[in-house]
Nanobody
Framework: VQLVESGGGLVQPGGSLRLSCVAS????????IGWFRQAPGKEREFVAG????????RYVESVKGRFHISRDNAQNTVFLQMHSLKPEDTAVYYC?????????????????WGQGTQVTVSS
């Protein structure tokens, strides 16, 4: 199983980025996908998640109304569209896959992880 994130980078406050996570080696529709982030010196935290068919999504309170998660099962891809970015959004963003129909917000529920992509919000 492989998860590959892309789309990170340096953006000014108020800007936007779209992260992508492409999965291989698994039956993609059998997995819920989560985005997590980890800033230096901080715990890894759940950012957003989507269930197997995209009908259920969850977000951490700090990104509600700014981030949007979606998936394209035909392309084995999950997207995280991020708007109105803030310096506190700076972190390494990871996507993860959970073989479950239940959308879990705990990192412990996710068996497979990508290598991460850096998002830096700074002027």
């Amino acid at each position: 199983v492989q998860l590959v994130e892309s789309g990170g980078g340096l953006v000014q406050p108020g800007g936007s980025l779209r992260l992508s996570c492409v999965a291989s080696g698994l039956v993609f529709e059998d997995y819920a996908i989560g985005w997590f982030r980890q800033a230096p010196g901080k715990e890894r935290e759940f950012v957003a998640g989507i269930n197997w068919d995209g009908t259920t999504t969850r977000y951490v309170e700090s990104v509600k109304g700014r981030f949007h998660i979606s998936r394209d099962n035909a392309q084995n891809t999950v997207f995280l569209q991020m708007h109105s970015l803030k310096p506190e959004d700076t972190a390494v963003y990871y996507c993860a896959a959970d073989h479950s129909i239940v959308l879990d917000t705990s990192a412990r529920g996710y068996a497979y992880w990508g290598q991460g992509t850096q998002v830096t919000v700074s002027s």
